[in-house]
Structure formats: structure tokens, C-alpha cells
């Protein structure tokens, strides 16, 4: 079935440094990518997306890049907080009127002061 | 995320009780859903709904039962046929199936 992989499981970097998170889906039809960001005992926050006639989209310190021919997508953090430290959740989906919401399994951010 | 309301946000369950976890949303959102979170685990899908009066199960739907008798709320009972009902529950609504997902606040729950 269809699936989204996500990597890495756990990143940790300095504070100021960047981070990258990457996802690959497996259905080509899928055509909507969001982000969103888990703190430790809350529920996920949407904090980004991409639609696949769009090859990168950028809000203030974090952007997605997509590549729809290899299938991935990746969120870009830039001069990363203590703050951005959270659990980070890419999803895949088609607007299809079909339930086709994929999420990737976590990445754990650790921002380190 | 503001109009999506969970209650209670902690419960607790005895072995062999049923319980229920209250979802409304006044989004007016036709699209809701139900998923689970083990500790330190992604969102796994238990049932959603299209439109009032039409549910399907999700990939975790045994021992969980839904009704969507109204629009505007979405009720998830636990049955005692779920051996391992103790972890985060999150409800979510979207306007239309595959649109943008949006999540409630949760709910805990644990069994003792």
C-alpha cells in the first residue's frame, strides 16, 4: 500500500545551525504535502505545505522543497531555536475525495543551546 | 485548530469499561477523523468520516466504534474489546476529505 518514509528518526543540532528533514511517498498521484509540528503533550500544529505544482515554498525560517519526480519532499530550518526543538510529521495526500492522508513516522529535533 | 473541542482531555479506565471521548468542531468541517499516538509513536488512523451519517474504518479500528449522527461531532467509544486502549487520542476535521487537516487538543487516556 501506499506509504511515507521519513528520515532521520532523531536529529540534533547547535543552535543557529540548520536542519533537514526528508520524506518519500510511494503514490505518484499524491498531490498535497504538509508539515506539522508536535511539542512534547500537544497535538500537532500545521506549519507548512506544498502543492505538487509548486517546487519549493518558503515562511520566514523554515521552507519545503518537493521534487515530484524522485518523489520526496523536505523541510528546510533555518537559524534553528530552542523553540523549533519538537517532534516533526511530513504527509502525503491526494484531493481526491478519497481518504489519502499518509503521515511519515516522526522526526525527533533536538536544538541544542 | 482553535474550533475543534476534545473532552475530557484525561480519563481514566477500569478493565472491561467502555468509555467515550467527546469530539465537536465549528469549523463546519464535512471530514473528521480519529487517530491514536502511543508514546514517542506517529498518528495511526481508527475511523474517519466523510459526511454525517457515513464512517469507515481506518487501520486500528478493532476494538473502537463511532457515530456521526451530527456534523458538527464526532464521538469515539473505547470497548472493552480494546486490550490496550492506554495512550493520546487526537481528533481532527478537514472541509472536505484530503483537504488540510486540523487537530483537536487531545485526550489522554489510561487504563487501571
Known amino acids: 500500500g501506499e506509504n511515507v518514509e521519513q528520515h532521520p528518526s532523531t536529529l540534533s543540532v547547535q543552535e543557529g545551525d540548520s536542519a533537514v528533514i526528508k520524506c518519500t511517498y510511494s503514490d505518484s498521484a499524491s498531490n498535497y504535502f504538509p508539515w506539522y509540528k508536535q511539542e512534547l503533550g500537544k497535538r500537532p500544529q500545521l506549519i507548512i505545505d506544498i502543492r505538487s505544482n509548486v517546487g519549493e515554498k518558503k515562511d520566514q525560517r523554515i521552507a519545503v522543497t518537493l521534487n515530484k519526480t524522485a518523489k520526496h519532499f523536505s523541510l528546510h530550518i533555518t537559524e534553528t531555536q530552542p523553540e523549533d526543538s519538537a517532534v516533526y510529521f511530513c504527509?502525503?495526500?491526494?484531493?481526491?475525495?478519497?481518504?489519502?492522508?499518509?503521515f511519515g513516522t516522526g522526526t525527533r529535533l533536538k536544538v541544542l543551546a | 485548530d482553535g474550533g475543534i473541542t476534545q473532552s475530557p482531555k484525561y480519563l481514566f479506565r477500569k478493565e472491561g469499561q467502555n468509555v467515550t471521548l467527546s469530539c465537536e468542531q465549528n469549523l463546519n468541517h464535512d471530514a473528521m477523523y480519529w487517530y491514536r499516538q502511543d508514546p514517542g509513536q506517529g498518528l495511526r488512523l481508527i475511523y474517519y468520516?466523510?459526511?454525517?451519517?457515513?464512517?469507515q474504518k481506518g487501520d486500528i479500528a478493532e476494538g473502537y466504534s463511532v457515530s456521526r449522527e451530527k456534523k458538527e461531532s464526532f464521538p469515539l467509544t473505547v470497548t472493552s474489546a480494546q486490550k490496550n486502549p492506554t495512550a493520546f487520542y487526537l481528533c481532527a476535521s478537514s472541509i472536505v476529505i484530503g483537504t488540510t487537516i486540523y487537530f483537536g487538543e487531545g485526550s489522554w487516556l489510561t487504563v487501571v
Open positions: 504527509a502525503a495526500s491526494m484531493t481526491s475525495g478519497t481518504y489519502k492522508y499518509i
Open positions: 468520516s466523510q459526511i454525517v451519517n457515513d464512517f
